[in-house]
């Protein structure tokens, strides 16, 4: 029994021993200044996932001030198409949108088709030095998974699903902002760009939502395969952190998605990235409808509230809307930029625009977007 009680002595000695070193040890430790990394420790840091940090761009970047918040801005942003068949005048009339609205350094990054590569360097290189030097033409062959390349290259619009694949084809870039050739920049490319900033450390991409109306969408009312939320995402202004995609496996998801649904797909690329969505809800940011406006959003009525109160910032020109006389203030928007020449008068670019839209006035659109209180946002 003796031995016994001695043995507890002796154990409870031990255990309040140690405390006591405990104790001095965190005391000391509190007194010390902050630890400065070494380099290996910094180049551990550095190497964490980018899933575990903010957007990072790879780019030189400043500080705005934008309330008591510091957002970065980047030095360069970059925009990237596809261009196949008959649309080189549509991406060049986006190119030039964005550069009249833009003092942000952009590079462009288009995957081209032969005559779309020769047409867009031919009408580039004309243009004024002092807008060549906001820019970079990056122009890449059009590139699909060599067993179904056919396939892909048919899938809706020519070279359309080529913006799938643009994780693997652009392992240098961080991020993107895609836009389908049929889109004109009302607004800076940046105040697009800066919703990475506003992103979560989970979500990969951003779009807008596909209709604003339960009546009139499409998704909920016909679409065969799943989608996103309640009436689907449409996918022709697109934010894209190209590093959180490739770290998800994105590619490794689209493939087995096209085989599966393959038969009951019809906007192509598009429901593609509706139905990774819906299974994957929380790696996507949705931006407000005026980031993407179209002709649903005003042909029957107005259904988009952020762009009556914010204005236009993406003029998105699906079904044609550009070119036929469906929707003539699309047209006549669209006519305003392409006539547009590099050194011209903003002021007066904004004046033609209105002027032309008075014309349409007849309209729904046109009627909503001559009563926008500012239409262009220089």
């Known amino acids: 029994m003796a031995r016994r009680t001695k043995f507890f002595i002796r154990a409870g000695i ?34 964490v996932p980018q899933s575990m940090n903010d957007v990072e761009f790879h780019t030189p970047k400043k500080y705005l001030q934008h309330g008591n918040v510091p957002i970065e801005k980047p030095l360069e942003i970059h925009i990237a198409a596809v261009v196949c068949g008959n649309r080189t005048n549509e991406t060049i009339v986006m190119i030039k949108s964005a550069l009249i609205m833009s003092s942000t350094f952009i590079r462009f990054i288009l995957f081209a088709d032969e ?10 290189k004309l243009w004024p030095e002092n807008v060549l030097n906001r820019m970079s033409l990056d122009l890449r062959p059009i590139t699909f998974p060599a067993d179904k390349a056919e ?24 991020s993107v902002l895609y ?29 807008a939502p596909e209709h604003e109306d339960f009546s009139t969408g499409w998704y909920n ?19 894209m952190n190209l590093t959180r995609m490739r770290q998800f496996g994105w590619e490794k998801y689209v ?3 096209y085989h599966e649904y393959k038969s009951k797909i019809v906007w192509g690329d598009q429901d593609i990235i509706n139905i990774v969505f819906h ?23 107005s259904v988009c509230k952020t ?34 020449s590099f050194g011209g008068d903003l002021p007066t670019l904004s004046n033609n625009i209105k002027e032309s839209l008075t014309k349409t006035v007849d309209t729904s659109c046109g009627k909503l977007m001559n009563s926008l209180p500012k239409l262009l946002k220089i």
């Open 14 to 47: 031990f255990i309040s021993l140690l405390l006591v070193l405990w104790n001095f040890f965190w005391v000391f430790r509190l007194q010390q200044p902050d630890k400065i990394p070494t380099k290996i420790e910094s180049a551990l840091l550095s190497s």
């Open 115 to 124: 005559t779309a590569t020769s047409s867009l360097n031919g009408t580039v």
């Open 151 to 174: 396939e892909w290259k048919k899938l809706f619009k020519p070279c359309a699903s080529q913006r799938l694949f643009l994780p693997s084809l652009l392992q240098e870039v961080d």
């Open 179 to 207: 836009m389908d050739t049929d889109t004109i920049f009302l607004t800076s490319p940046l105040q697009v760009w800066e919703h990475f900033n506003k992103m979560n450390k989970m979500q990969m991409a951003a779009v």
């Open 221 to 239: 009312r016909f679409a065969r395969h799943p989608y996103y939320g309640n009436l689907g995402v449409n996918s022709g202004v697109m934010l």
């Open 255 to 257: 493939v087995p998605i």
């Open 279 to 301: 299974f994957h809800p929380e790696k996507l940011y949705v931006y407000p409808c005026h980031y993407n406006y179209r002709p649903d959003h005003c042909m029957y009525m």
């Open 307 to 340: 762009a009556e109160e914010q204005g236009i910032l993406v003029l998105h020109g699906n079904r044609g809307s550009f070119h036929n006389m469906k929707q003539p203030a699309f047209k006549a928007i669209y006519a305003s930029i392409e006539q547009y």
